[in-house]
């Protein structure tokens, strides 16, 4: 069988059991994006990048950051973005799966143990196969099966160093880590934290710093801050130690031999930065949006209270779940359908992402058309 024979198979069977992934243009009001604070099309830092490309600063960063791409304005952020977010230093990646690939490939040591929420970002996954260290996923949000692990393994001889990895606001269930119990944990086990913070930058802490902004400069803290979710631009930051931060550009391939991202999306990033600190009204107002989806959408569904701006409404069948998601984009509304492996088998469910790009009469109408369009597809 020629090789285009067996892709073409294998996407059939995707398609038969309703796993077939298909790119749709941007339409209808946006349940979609992460965008939670509507800052993509902000004018503020459009002005910003507008007025770099006006003294000069380029498009393209010409190389990697070791080579020529190293550009003044990727380490004015750096400085910036430790200053802000609490840390001793920062580290600018060109995307958040760029930077999760590079820290879990890079920094644990053989004779480590990495312990892994079982549904973090696909980017740790995959930064966990390249690592040299022991790794293991624990059960969601279960901190004292993180802790069993630690101790069974320190039981049966590991000698090395523990990791806990998670996300502060997980992407696809809208739940929140405790965060100050895997704190407790961290010190009474001496374990490193790296805490994943993407869809809480900008939405959650006091001037959007995240959900765990209290650990901020630890020396046994690494945070990742993406860019583009509430920050509306593009790229990553992680915040750490300096000597992480050194060791990362020294040891981390996803830093050394990618090209830096352009200039102005550091440009671009600085400015979201400062938006964010003095966004407390854009915060309450997504806030205001969660309250009124409660009413509208989780009352009315039979789904427990919204804890972030990510709703799931879990269906559990593929095709059920698209059908229905494909029903909503014909009435409008951009919901999408997310299907395993994306999430665990048997959960397929529509993603609601609340964003200031919406409104509240935006939300009502959403209900309406899911009560039409689940009632069709039943």
């Known amino acids: 069988m020629s090789m285009a024979r067996d892709h073409s198979v294998q996407l059939g069977a995707l398609e038969t059991r309703g796993r077939l992934r298909r790119l749709i243009a941007r339409e209808g009001r946006d349940f979609a994006s992460n965008d939670y604070l509507a800052l993509a099309g902000d004018p503020i830092i459009a002005q910003a990048v507008a007025d770099a490309i006006a003294r000069g600063v380029p498009v393209g960063s010409g190389g990697s950051r070791l080579l020529r791409g190293n550009a003044v304005e990727h380490e004015s952020l750096e400085a910036k973005a430790a200053v802000f977010f609490g840390s001793e230093a920062a580290l600018f990646f060109s995307t958040g799966f760029a930077a999760n690939n590079a820290i879990f490939a890079s920094l644990p040591q053989k004779g480590d143990l990495i312990l892994a929420d079982e549904l973090i970002h696909a980017s740790v996954h995959d930064g966990l196969r390249m690592s040299r260290a022991e790794h293991m996923l624990v059960r969601h949000n279960d901190v004292g099966a993180f802790e069993a692990a630690i101790r069974t393994w320190r039981g049966s001889g590991g000698k090395g160093r523990a990791w806990i990895a998670f996300e502060a606001l997980y992407s696809m269930d809208g739940d929140m880590a405790p965060v100050a119990d895997f704190t407790k944990l961290a010190e009474a086990e001496d374990v490193w934290l790296v805490i994943d913070e993407a869809h809480a930058t900008g939405v959650y802490g006091p001037q959007g710093k ?77 806030l205001a949006l969660r309250t009124h989806a409660d009413r509208e959408i989780c009352d009315r569904f039979g789904l427990p209270p919204s804890s972030s701006q990510i709703i799931p409404v879990i269906l559990g069948e593929d095709k059920r779940t698209m059908q229905v998601a494909g029903a909503l984009q014909a009435a409008g509304f951009d919901v999408r359908g997310i299907r395993p492996p994306t999430v665990p088998r048997g959960t397929a469910r529509l993603r609601i992402s609340l964003t200031l790009n919406i409104d509240e009469s935006d939300i009502s109408a959403l209900a309406n058309a899911m009560t039409e369009a689940l009632q069709s597809a039943s």
Not at 239 to 254: D, T
């Open 210 to 286: 995240g959900l765990a902004t209290a650990l901020e400069g630890q020396d046994n803290v690494i945070s990742l801050h993406t860019c583009g979710k509430g920050l509306g631009v593009e790229g990553a930051l992680i915040c750490c130690p300096s000597v992480i931060k050194e060791y990362l550009i020294n040891r981390a391939r996803p830093f050394i031999f990618s090209t830096a991202p352009s200039p102005l999306m550091a440009v671009a990033v600085s400015a979201a930065l400062d938006r964010i600190a003095d966004g407390d009204d854009l915060r309450s107002r997504l």
